[in-house]
């Protein structure tokens, strides 16, 4: 690849009233990831710009960004798989709030899954024996890291802004379904109110984008079948 053009969202609420793009030309070399295009441009063209960065192959999820309009974490996104007609549109994630350029507001983000208590809570003196079968189904959405690519393709914001969060209701449905827990019944009624479970339509993500192969949208929706097996219902 010869070199090509980055468009990427820049706002720094210090000087500016609303975001704006800015392009910059980056030399491309095979096996360049979207996060080393980035490191590239901050440290050879314009040391402002702001983005997070992660280890080598993202398992911490903390570079996730938006390229040509779809999430993803910039350290697994070969730059040579996104470019179109010579250029890629970077911004930081839809849904979140803007700290600076691609760097979104995760402390809120994560504030709403700690109210949740996402750690196993066992009330009885012995910890419960947990079969082969539930451990497998445990172990498919025990590598979530939080990296909030499943809440930036979640439409169910732009219906109700106090939108719980997809990544919430996948570590509610972990919990429940963790033999371990004594707290099911807590867990599940935490997540029911307004902008909860029953706002979570399931119909919005065209293609499941986890990096981690999660599948969290089939993931909640069996969280809504539980609750519906267990007499829960939506409120008007």
């Not at 109210?115 to 497998?136: G, I």
């Amino acid at each position: 690849m010869d070199n090509v053009e980055l468009v990427v969202t820049r706002y720094d609420p210090e000087i500016d009233d609303f975001h704006r793009s800015q392009t910059f030309s980056v030399r491309a070399v095979p096996g360049m990831t979207v996060l080393d295009a980035l490191v590239q441009v901050r440290d050879e063209q314009d040391g402002s710009l702001r983005f997070r960065e992660s280890e080598p192959g993202g398992w911490s999820g903390s570079c996730a960004v938006t390229v040509n309009d779809v999430p993803c974490l910039a350290s697994r996104t070969l730059l040579a798989r996104v470019i179109l007609n010579n250029s890629a549109v970077i911004g930081p994630l839809k849904n979140f709030p803007v700290i600076c350029d691609l760097v979104v507001d995760n402390p809120i983000y994560l504030a709403k899954i700690e109210a949740l208590e996402p750690w196993v809570d066992n009330a009885k003196e012995q910890p419960a024996s947990m079969t082969r079968e539930e451990y497998f189904r445990l172990r498919r959405t025990d590598g979530c890291a939080l990296c909030g690519i499943c809440d930036a393709n979640s439409d169910e914001y732009l219906t109700d802004p106090m939108f719980i969060g997809a990544a919430s209701l996948l570590w509610t449905y972990r919990l429940t379904s963790d033999s371990r827990d004594s707290f099911d019944r807590e867990r599940m009624e935490a997540v029911l109110g307004s902008g909860g479970l029953w706002a979570f339509s399931g119909d919005t993500s065209s293609e499941d984008l986890c990096p981690y192969a999660i599948d969290p949208v089939n993931q909640i929706m069996r969280l809504r079948n539980a609750a519906s097996q267990n007499g829960y219902v939506p409120t008007e």
